[in-house]
């Protein structure tokens, strides 16, 4: 049986982490009050500055960061990763180490305790040295496990108040004239259409005249006019819009690019971590003195049996995290994947999921559920997928030479996704 013992900061992050997940709150929202207390956003500890400039902000390609932000930008990353696959990184931990020390000495120096009326009338005020009190309650209701209605009511309220809109400014003759993208307006549509209209030819289409510096119209033209006025100003309000959607959807395309980049990395580096402890273990010796010569054989045996199942567990969790990263880097949006041409069934190892398998019919896959701790009497030709959140080294030992799909977590899409684009190879 393997044992391990969590740090403090790990169960800080995984009480975080799972708060958020099992009670569908938004990530950043959650995380914003958790993070960003006095010590984390008023940044002075150098060493977490150097974590998030050396470390972070190189692997994600983030130039001149805030380094607030990045710290946020941070645990989002780390969130996201164990929203799919339920673990901690093993490098890159350094920066969770550091802000639960610097979040918890500012929780636990508050100079009062924040009820949930206090911290839903306050207005949070960011430049204070003092922890907030909407940031106290947040963690104070996470830490321990409770208040998740007053908690969402508090979430909900702290973006109501940044989604205040601001008052659309009147519509102004100016869009023709000088003052609102004149010349966007002129390139656009007088250049476009009317390059060769004289004064004489204009007058004639608007039914105007001139008299000194004055343009006159009939007063039933007046609507008319005006109409044509909110047209372009919608038309050239629309264009603005596109173009920022464009913009916007350029600049995830980029951040998808990066974040990509450093979630490879830091998967990556769990794999050298697993690699680094197969060659100690690999490499070691151990020396056991015996009372008898009697014993020598049998203690031997004993620890040579020992020594193959470290090293046969260490490989296999080695591989396990090598196809998570290849699964991981060859995975698509999962609307862009398409059913299986005909049915399908595999032979899942893992617990029972009755919600994951009804959502694997939609791309025909069937599935026959295998127990993931008990060795099956036989197994069949058909695929197998190896859910390793709880399994038994027997189980593995009974299926290995087939060559199974190995996944974890319980994510409906993640492993959906996962499992057709293997049987599509």
């Given at each position: 049986?393997?044992?391990?013992?969590?740090?403090?900061?790990?169960?800080?992050?995984?009480?975080?982490?799972?708060?958020?997940?099992?009670?569908?709150?938004?990530?950043?929202?959650?995380?914003?009050?958790?993070?960003?207390?006095?010590?984390?956003?008023?940044?002075?500890?150098?060493?977490?500055?150097?974590?998030?400039?050396?470390?972070?902000?190189?692997?994600?390609?983030?130039?001149?960061?805030?380094?607030?932000?990045?710290?946020?930008?941070?645990?989002?990353?780390?969130?996201?990763?164990?929203?799919?696959f339920y673990t901690l990184p093993a490098r890159n931990?350094?920066?969770?180490?550091?802000?639960?020390?610097?979040?918890?000495?500012?929780?636990?120096?508050?100079?009062?305790e924040y009820t949930f009326e206090e911290a839903f009338?306050?207005?949070?005020?960011?430049?204070?040295?003092?922890?907030?009190?909407?940031?106290?309650?947040?963690?104070?209701?996470?830490?321990?496990?409770?208040?998740?209605?007053?908690?969402?009511?508090?979430?909900?309220k702290s973006l109501k108040e940044e989604q205040k809109?601001?008052?659309?400014?009147?519509?102004?003759?100016?869009?023709?004239?000088?003052?609102?993208?004149?010349?966007?307006?002129?390139?656009?549509?007088?250049?476009?259409?009317?390059?060769?209209?004289?004064?004489?030819?204009?007058?004639?289409?608007?039914?105007?005249?001139?008299?000194?510096?004055?343009?006159?119209?009939?007063?039933?033209?007046?609507?008319?006019?005006?109409?044509?006025?909110?047209?372009?100003?919608?038309?050239?309000?629309?264009?603005?819009?596109?173009?920022?959607?464009?913009?916007?959807?350029?600049?995830?395309?980029?951040?998808?690019?990066?974040?990509?980049?450093?979630?490879?990395?830091?998967?990556?580096?769990?794999?050298?971590?697993?690699?680094?402890?197969?060659?100690?273990?690999?490499?070691?010796?151990?020396?056991?003195?015996?009372?008898?010569?009697?014993?020598?054989?049998?203690?031997?045996?004993?620890?040579?049996?020992?020594?193959?199942?470290?090293?046969?567990?260490?490989?296999?969790?080695?591989?396990?995290?090598?196809?998570?990263?290849?699964?991981?880097?060859?995975?698509?949006?999962?609307?862009?994947?398409?059913?299986?041409?005909?049915?399908?069934?595999?032979?899942?190892?893992?617990?029972?999921?009755?919600?994951?398998?009804?959502?694997?019919?939609?791309?025909?896959?069937?599935?026959?559920?295998?127990?993931?701790?008990?060795?099956?009497?036989?197994?069949?030709?058909?695929?197998?997928?190896?859910?390793?959140?709880?399994?038994?080294?027997?189980?593995?030992?009974?299926?290995?030479?087939?060559?199974?799909?190995?996944?974890?977590?319980?994510?409906?899409?993640?492993?959906?996704?996962?499992?057709?684009?293997?049987?599509?190879?």
């Amino acid at each position: 049986m393997k044992y391990k013992v969590l740090e403090p900061w790990e169960t800080f992050w995984k009480k975080i982490f799972d708060y958020i997940l099992s009670n569908k709150l938004e990530p950043y929202d959650a995380l914003f009050y958790v993070i960003f207390t006095p010590s984390v956003y008023h940044l002075t500890n150098k060493k977490l500055q150097r974590f998030l400039t050396d470390t972070i902000a190189k692997s994600y390609d983030i130039v001149a960061p805030e380094y607030a932000e990045l710290a946020l930008f941070y645990v989002l990353r780390i969130y996201d990763l164990y929203a799919g696959f339920y673990t901690l990184p093993a490098r890159n931990g350094d920066g969770l180490e550091i802000l639960y020390s610097l979040i918890m000495n500012d929780y636990r120096n508050s100079h009062k305790e924040y009820t949930f009326e206090e911290a839903f009338a306050h207005e949070v005020d960011m430049t204070s040295m003092e922890i907030t009190s909407r940031s106290w309650y947040i963690i104070h209701s996470i830490l321990m496990n409770q208040d998740v209605e007053k908690v969402k009511r508090l979430l909900e309220k702290s973006l109501k108040e940044e989604q205040k809109e601001e008052e659309k400014p009147a519509i102004r003759l100016g869009v023709f004239y000088g003052n609102e993208n004149p010349d966007e307006f002129l390139n656009g549509a007088l250049k476009k259409w009317g390059a060769n209209a004289d004064e004489k030819t204009m007058l004639e289409q608007l039914g105007g005249r001139i008299e000194g510096e004055k343009l006159i119209f009939p007063s039933k033209a007046l609507p008319y006019l005006y109409a044509v006025l909110l047209y372009a100003e919608h038309a050239l309000s629309d264009k603005d819009e596109i173009m920022q959607q464009y913009n916007l959807l350029m600049e995830k395309f980029k951040q998808f690019e990066n974040q990509y980049k450093g979630d490879t990395k830091i998967m990556a580096d769990k794999i050298a971590d697993l690699q680094e402890k197969l060659t100690i273990a690999q490499n070691k010796k151990e020396v056991v003195y015996v009372d008898r010569v009697a014993n020598a054989d049998e203690i031997r045996k004993e620890i040579e049996a020992e020594y193959e199942s470290v090293i046969s567990s260490l490989k296999n969790e080695v591989e396990e995290w090598k196809q998570i990263a290849s699964q991981a880097s060859a995975s698509v949006r999962l609307d862009e994947v398409l059913a299986l041409p005909e049915l399908i069934t595999i032979q899942y190892f893992g617990l029972p999921n009755p919600a994951l398998f009804a959502y694997l019919l939609k791309y025909n896959i069937d599935v026959k559920q295998f127990s993931p701790i008990d060795p099956p009497a036989t197994v069949g030709n058909s695929p197998i997928v190896f859910n390793i959140d709880v399994a038994s080294h027997k189980v593995w030992e009974a299926i290995k030479d087939k060559k199974p799909l190995i996944i974890t977590g319980s994510n409906r899409d993640i492993i959906s996704r996962k499992i057709v684009e293997w049987l599509k190879k």
